[in-house]
Nanobody, 122 residues
Framework: QVQLVESGGGLVQTGGSLRLSCAAS????????VAWFRQGPGKAREFVAG?????????YYEDSVKGRFTISRDNARNTVYLQMNSLKPEDTAVYSC??????????????WGQGTQVTVSS
């Protein structure tokens, strides 16, 4: 069983930065891949970034965030981070982290955090 808690969201101006955290409780967190998803107003949930489970740590990004967002994991702290730079108004959304044995579509994840709001003002 894994429980996830996000933090770090907030209001930022265009071009600003935020770092989201996804803190996990439960054993064997290193055996889980972790992804960040977001859902903007009136939009479907979309994949943002993902990192494979500990020992592999390959990362994947949605095209619109490549070069601006960085996902990383600190297995000692059971935490995955999403560093978001050069934020744009279209990045405004509720950001949620999810964990599963491998990365996949949202329906494939059994463990989700509650989400954290990110608002980018123009």
């Amino acid at each position: 069983q894994v429980q996830l808690v996000e933090s770090g969201g907030g209001l930022v101006q265009t071009g600003g930065s935020l770092r989201l955290s996804c803190a996990a409780s439960g054993r064997f967190f290193t055996t889980y891949a972790v992804a960040w998803f977001r859902q903007g107003p009136g939009k479907a949930r979309e994949f943002v970034a993902g990192v494979l489970r500990g020992g592999d740590d390959r990362t994947y990004y949605e095209d619109s965030v490549k070069g601006r967002f960085t996902i990383s994991r600190d297995n000692a702290r059971n935490t995955v981070y999403l560093q978001m730079n050069s934020l744009k108004p279209e990045d405004t959304a509720v950001y949620s982290c999810a964990a599963e044995q491998t990365l996949g579509r949202p329906v494939s994840y059994n463990y989700w955090g509650q989400g954290t709001q990110v608002t980018v003002s123009s």
